[in-house]
Nanobody, 125 residues
Framework: QVQLVESGGGLVQAGGSLRLSCTAS????????MGWFRQAPGKEREFVAH???????YYADSVKGRFSISRDNAKNTVYLQMNSLKPEETAVYYC???????????????????WGQGTQVTVSS
């Protein structure tokens, strides 16, 4: 059974930084795309970034140049480094992964079948 556990959320001032972590268990980590999504209060969940099994990264336009996704296959962990945070980025951040290995990465939420419980990020103005 695939399990994803996020950590690293918290309260930060606008312009500050946080690093989120997501540790996976239950299957071979290195051969699956990993993604980060977020859901702000009253809004739909949206794509943030993904990293392929071959470590190619892709970002939503809104976070390009400020966020960085990476993975450590030895630790079964994916990271999201978030810099220059904005108050409107207050949200619950989720990591997710799909059911099949070696796939072309996608930003489509429905392609991600396994989700973590989420970690709250609050950016104060």
């Amino acid at each position: 059974q695939v399990q994803l556990v996020e950590s690293g959320g918290g309260l930060v001032q606008a312009g500050g930084s946080l690093r989120l972590s997501c540790t996976a268990s239950g299957r071979t980590f290195s051969i699956y795309t990993m993604g980060w999504f977020r859901q702000a209060p009253g809004k739909e969940r949206e794509f943030v970034a993904h990293i392929s099994w071959y470590s190619s990264a892709y970002y939503a336009d809104s976070v390009k140049g400020r966020f960085s996704i990476s993975r450590d296959n030895a630790k079964n962990t994916v990271y999201l480094q978030m810099n220059s945070l904005k108050p409107e980025e207050t949200a619950v951040y989720y990591c997710a992964t799909g059911p099949r290995p070696y796939t072309v990465p996608t930003a489509t939420e429905s392609e991600y079948h396994y989700w973590g419980q989420g970690t709250q990020v609050t950016v104060s103005s």
